[in-house]
């Protein structure tokens, strides 16, 4: 997968303080989150699914008795030159915790099966003008 339209959210001790990021409330952190990307669609594209990673590891950590100071998620994707077709998303999570690496390797594995967004683009999204 090329990589590029590359987009990063973050919360808790590992929100960006770059000047450009955007700063948006957040249900899970008192102090928001923030996003760096840039607004075009596949841009949003990879923000859905690193928004939606973000969101459900302080979900799920939070049912699993895992403090998290602070998340960073990135993701990027790149795009099939002749018709724009995705050559799929990647993402990464950096994690800032006092849990247990074991604990943590969990988490990231429960998050990657249930992320909403993650699994509708995994299950293939049709759509449709109304």
């Excluded at 948006?24 to 841009?43: K, L, M, N, Y």
């Excluded at 699994?119 to 293939?124: D, S």
């Amino acid at each position: 997968m090329a990589d590029g339209f590359g987009v990063v959210v973050s919360a808790g001790s590992l929100r960006s303080d770059d000047e450009h990021a955007v700063r948006f409330p957040h249900r899970w952190t008192p102090e928001g989150v923030t996003v760096e990307a840039d607004f075009t669609g596949a841009h949003l594209l990879h923000l859905a699914a690193a928004g939606c990673v973000l969101n459900d590891l302080y979900r799920e950590a939070a049912g699993l008795g895992i403090a998290l100071d602070g998340v960073r998620v990135t993701a990027s994707g790149g795009f099939d030159s002749g018709n724009w077709t995705s050559t799929g998303v990647g993402y990464s999570v950096t994690l800032d915790s006092a849990a247990s690496a074991a604990d943590l390797d969990r988490l990231l594995d429960v998050v990657d099966e249930v992320a909403e967004i993650p699994r509708a683009l995994r299950a293939g999204v049709p759509v449709r003008r109304a």
